[in-house]
C-alpha cells in the first residue's frame, strides 16, 4: 500500500464482470497505484482500456499476487477454489464474486447496504464474497422495509438476462435472434434450449429436491445476509434479455405494512431507485436499468391473500450492482476501515 494507493489485481479481467470492475474502478476514483488484470493463457496478448491508455492482460499464475493489496475474483468457482489459497497466503484481501466460498459460515457474505458490518471483520489476507447477482438485488430492498416490520416470508421469481450467463451465452441470444428472422437453422451451446424468444425455467443444475443450484443459492444467501430466520422460496428463470434482473417478490410480514410505508422507507434507501407511479405506466424494466447502478423498485401493492403481504418488482442492472459494483463498494468501504 501507500499513499499513491493500493495495487488490485482482477482476475477474469477479460469477461463481461472483470472489464466492468475495472471501469467502475476508474469511473469511481478508486487509490489505484497499480493495476494487474488476469486470466487465462488463452488471452494472453490481449490489452484492456484502462485511463485512456491499454493495459496487457496478464496470465494467472499461484505467483500473481505477491505485493496486491486487494484481489477481485470473477473467474468461475474453479479458478478461485484453485488460486485464491494463492492470494491469501499472500496478504491479499479477496473479494471474490463467484460461489465458492459464499456458504462458508467463516466468511462474510457482503452486501454494503445490508450487511456492512461484516467488512469491517476482514483483514489482509482473508476473503470476503460477494452474493449473487440475483440475491443482491433483492436483500437491498428486504433490508430498507424490515425496519417496518420483521419478514416471515419471501417468494421470489425472477427473469434473469443472459449477460448472467457470460459474454458466450450474449452471443447466443444474439446469433440465434438473427437466425430466426432469416429463417436459418440455430445453434444451442449455451442453454438447455434456445434462449431466443424463449424463456426457461433452468438456471444452474438441478438438485435432488427439483430446485435448482441458482434457486438454492438465493434462499441460502438471504438468510446469511439478512442475518435472520426468514423463509425464502424461488423460482428462476433466463429469459431473452442482455442486462438487467427482473423480479417479482411476495414478501410477508410479522405486522401491517401498507404499500404507502414501504414507498416511503424505499424513496430514501441507499442504493434503490423508487419507481411506482402505473398512472403513468412507470414502472421498473430492464431497458432502464441497463448501464445503471439504483436497484429501481415498483409495482408495490397489498397482498390480500395473507394477513401481511406485498408484492414488488425488483430490477437491477445484474452486471454492475449485481456483480461488480457491489465488489467495488466492498473495497471502498473496506479501506475506510483500515
Known sequence: MGKKGFHIAVVGATGAVGTEMMNLLEERKFPVASLHPLASERSLGKYLQWKGTEIGVEVLDKNSFKGIDIAFFSAGGGVSKEFVPHAVSSGALVIDNTSAFRTDPKIPLVVPEVNPHRI??????????????????????????????PIKRVVVSTYQSVSGAGMKAMEELSKQ???????????????????AFNCIPHIDVFEEDGYTKEE?????????????????????????????????????????????????VLKTAAGVMLCDDPSKNLYPMATMAAGTDPIYVGRIRKDSTVPFGLNLWIVADNIR?????????????????L
Request: hydrophobic residues 45%; positive net charge; charged residues 20%.
Open 177 to 195: 435472434s438473427a437466425a430466426l428472422f432469416a429463417q436459418k437453422e440455430m445453434k444451442i451451446e449455451k442453454f438447455p434450449h434456445r434462449i
Open 216 to 264: 438454492r443459492k438465493m434462499i441460502n444467501e438471504t438468510v446469511k445476509i439478512m442475518e435472520q430466520p426468514i423463509a425464502v422460496t424461488a423460482t428462476t428463470v433466463r429469459v431473452p434479455v442482455f442486462y438487467g434482473h427482473s423480479e417479482s417478490v411476495n414478501v410477508e410480514f410479522a405486522s401491517e405494512v401498507t404499500p404507502e410505508a414501504a414507498r416511503q
Open 120 to 149: 469491517a471483520d476482514a483483514k489482509k489476507g482473508l476473503i470476503i464474497a460477494n452474493p449473487n447477482c440475483s440475491t443482491i438485488q433483492m436483500v437491498v430492498v428486504l433490508k430498507a422495509l424490515s425496519g417496518l416490520s
Open 321 to 337: 450492482k449485481g456483480a461488480a459494483l457491489n465488489a467495488v463498494q466492498i473495497a471502498e468501504q473496506w479501506i475506510q476501515s
